[in-house]
T-cell receptor
Framework: KNQVEQSPQSLIILEGKNCTLQ??????????LRWYKQDTGRGPVSLTI?????NTKSNGRYTATLDADTKQSSLHITASQLSDSASYIC???????????FGPGTRLSVLP | SQTIHQWPATLVQPVGSPLSLECTVE??????LYWYRQAAGRGLQLLFY??????ISSEVPQNLSASRPQDRQFILSSKKLLLSDSGFYLC?????????????FGPGTRLTVT
């Protein structure tokens, strides 16, 4: 069964600190992996997308890594800001059809 | 530039009442359109997608239906709402079919069935 798991479920950090969010998946055959940021009550916005051959992708203070062998990905946020408070969703796509598998998300709270 | 609209933003409906949520996309033609539901603490679940006018594919059996009367309009409906229909409904569009195409999400509709 295609599944995406994320950890931790929620995280609280102080402004200026770094953090790392984890994503494990069992989606096969693998096509790509995306990280989305979803502000409360809003739609998700794409941060990064990685294919099988890519093991790291950056977008400003966000850096995603992918280990296709262990089927794990991480999202590292550097020098966190209050505006980083949101849910971060890992989405893994299979190489057929409309098969996007969404993780449950990690709720990040950045405190002043 | 492309924009996607959803309305209403929030909705409170009694059990057994009908539902109509609307999604429209501007700035592009012949988009692929999607309806998702997001339950608290769970990942987005794809409900319907459409690759063209009048073409609807359903991913899960349910109490809901979808229609695409115009190229850039996607409607989610129900004849009789259930308590389990409560959730956050998101519409999305993409330029093509398949996982390589980015999906762009609307602002969502928060539906509470009482």
């Amino acid at each position: 069964k295609n599944q995406v798991e994320q950890s931790p479920q929620s995280l609280i950090i102080l402004e200026g600190k770094n953090c790392t969010l984890q994503c494990n998946y069992t989606v096969s055959p693998f096509s790509n992996l995306r990280w989305y940021k979803q502000d409360t009550g809003r739609g998700p916005v794409s941060l990064t997308i990685m294919t099988f051959s890519e093991n790291t992708k950056s977008n400003g203070r966000y850096t995603a890594t992918l280990d296709a062998d262990t089927k794990q990905s991480s999202l590292h946020i550097t020098a966190s800001q209050l505006s980083d408070s949101a849910s971060y969703i890992c989405v893994v796509s299979a190489n057929y059809g409309q098969n996007f598998v969404f993780g449950p998300g990690t709720r990040l709270s950045v405190l002043p | 530039s492309q924009t996607i609209h959803q309305w209403p933003a929030t909705l409170v409906q009694p059990v057994g009442s009908p539902l109509s949520l609307e999604c429209t996309v501007e700035g592009t033609s012949n988009p692929n359109l999607y309806w998702y539901r997001q339950a608290a603490g769970r990942g987005l679940q794809l409900l319907f997608y459409s690759v063209g006018i009048g073409q609807i594919s359903s991913e899960v059996p349910q109490n809901l239906s979808a229609s695409r009367p115009q190229d850039r309009q996607f409607i989610l409906s129900s004849k009789k709402l259930l308590l389990s229909d409560s959730g956050f409904y998101l519409c999305a569009w993409s330029k093509g079919q398949g996982s390589t195409y980015e999906q762009y999400f609307g602002p969502g509709t928060r539906l509470t069935v009482t």
